[in-house]
């Protein structure tokens, strides 16, 4: 394995999406950012001309033609731009204008094909450019009458002033693209900072980052029960057949190993709270319980009451009384699982663990059940999982995707591989994907089983031919 390995392939698309959803307000302020930055570089750094123009058209003297008016057109503005352009003309315009300097231009431009001349004016300011371009239409036939005497000039239009904007686009496009600039740099430092979380977000990166085995990927399930807070179960109705199987593999791999070395307790443990372990453990002693009797699931984190301390009307429940702690044994008869677990808070468990008591009593349970699937506390926050992986069982690893950081996973599987557990592997839990649509032909990469099977809708417990039937496909495996 690859620990340092981080890659745009190793980045799920729904994670990305995801943290870009959450960090929206984020994303909004640098877009507004962008939008103030470019307004004011438009302001600054681009500052806008004015001008005006008048047009003369020209006629020559000596004939009426069109050819000739255009001949003649050209060459007064050829001349015209000269003239103008001189230091005595210059001169003689400012000061009929009443202006000191003038830093803008003047150009004189025949319209082609016609006798009409434009003559433009520039500057800084717009009441620059219009005494300049007044003190030319009133000053044409003094400047003009002695170097044109072949043509007639006139005044075809009044000066009109207009303003010159410097800026490469318009102004709410340049500030619209600034806004998505600076949107797209957020972006991309979200991006960056999921590359530096190094988290799991996909079967790739599992398998380059993580120093173990990937048993499965089970994907996201939503909870169609329309009960928040509760957990999602194989039993309930609207469990997806997708997800059914994935738990069903899961299964296969407990039996194997347990028809392999004879392994019949099976951790299951975390590094973190909230990365699903007590629902997939809960979910595998189901499978196991459909197909097979004697199945204990033990509810092994006594800092907190038992998620179970509510018990159903199917409930048959036995109490066993210590003298510092108090077990409760319940057959559900609806699953046909068993359930162990402590009613009330532990305040310090680790006495309970160091003293062996609790692994004497499991070892009491092997031989009553076939199979004894724990549910331990989390790797980072407590002991208490260590402890037990010194029990002669099996363990098993739930990382969540996109949630702990991988050299802190690694961390952990080198914690278990410690023990005296045999460390079996990890399951990436709640896999979300942005189109889950192309993934039904690599359907067993991702806990899928069968691939494009999930199109046949949701199932609750087997039915009876059909639980049947998977039960002996089950023991074909």
Not at 395 to 403: C, F, G, K, P, T
Request: glycine fraction near 6%; charged fraction near 20%.
């Amino acid at each position: 394995m690859n620990n340092n390995k981080s890659s745009l392939s190793n980045l799920e698309p729904w994670c990305v999406v995801s943290r870009i959803l959450r960090n929206f307000w984020m994303v909004l302020l640098a877009a507004f950012i962008g939008v103030m930055a470019a307004a004011i570089l438009a302001r600054t750094q681009f500052t806008d001309q004015y001008g005006a123009r008048i047009t003369f058209v020209v006629m020559s003297r000596s004939s009426s033609s069109t050819a000739q008016d255009s001949s003649a057109a050209n060459s007064v503005a050829s001349t015209f731009s000269e003239l103008l352009g001189s230091n005595f003309m210059r001169r003689k315009i400012l000061d009929h204008a009443g202006l000191d300097s003038f830093s803008g231009t003047i150009r004189a431009v025949n319209e082609q094909n016609t006798n009409l001349i434009t003559v433009s004016v520039t500057a800084d300011t717009a009441r620059e450019a219009f005494l300049v371009i007044n003190s030319i239409a009133l000053n044409y036939n003094e400047l003009t009458q002695y170097l044109f005497s072949g043509a007639v000039i006139s005044v075809l239009t009044a000066p009109i002033n207009y303003t010159i904007s410097t800026l490469p686009m318009s102004r709410f496009r340049m500030e619209l693209l600034g806004g998505v600039a600076g949107a797209a740099l957020l972006i991309l430092f979200l991006i960056y900072d999921m590359l530096r979380d190094d988290t799991i977000q996909n079967s790739q990166a599992a398998r380059d980052k993580l120093d173990a085995k990937l048993l499965l990927a089970i994907m996201h399930e939503k909870n169609r029960s329309g009960k928040k807070g509760r957990p999602l179960l194989l039993t309930e109705p609207t469990v997806s057949f997708a997800f059914a199987e994935s738990v069903h593999r899961l299964r296969s791999r407990i039996e194997r190993e347990k028809t392999a070395e004879g392994t019949s307790i099976f951790l299951l443990t975390s590094v973190m709270e909230h990365e699903g372990k007590s629902t997939l453990t809960e979910n595998l002693a189901l499978s196991l319980a459909q197909k097979h009797n004697a199945v204990l699931l033990v509810d092994s984190d006594f800092r907190k009451p038992s998620r179970f301390r509510d018990k159903a009307k199917d409930w048959k429940v036995q109490e066993y009384d210590y003298k510092d702690f108090k077990l409760c044994c319940a057959h559900v008869k609806s699953t046909n699982l068993y359930v162990l677990y402590c009613p009330t808070m532990i305040k310090d468990p680790s006495k309970l663990l160091a003293s062996g008591r609790f692994a004497r009593l499991l070892a009491q349970l092997r031989d009553s059940f076939n199979y004894v699937i724990v549910d331990t506390p989390p790797l980072e926050l407590f002991a208490d999982a260590e402890m037990l992986a010194d029990l002669d069982a099996a363990s098993i690893l739930v990382v969540r995707q996109d949630l702990v950081p991988a050299p802190v996973i690694n961390d952990a599987i080198d914690t278990l591989r410690q023990r005296k557990a045999r460390f079996l592997g990890c399951v990436l839990n709640d896999v979300h994907v942005l189109m889950p649509s192309l993934l039904a032909p690599y359907g067993s990469e991702y806990g899928y089983g069968y691939g494009g099977y999930g199109k046949y809708g949701k199932y609750g417990a087997y039915g009876k031919y059909e639980q049947a039937a998977r039960e002996d496909k089950g023991g074909q495996e």
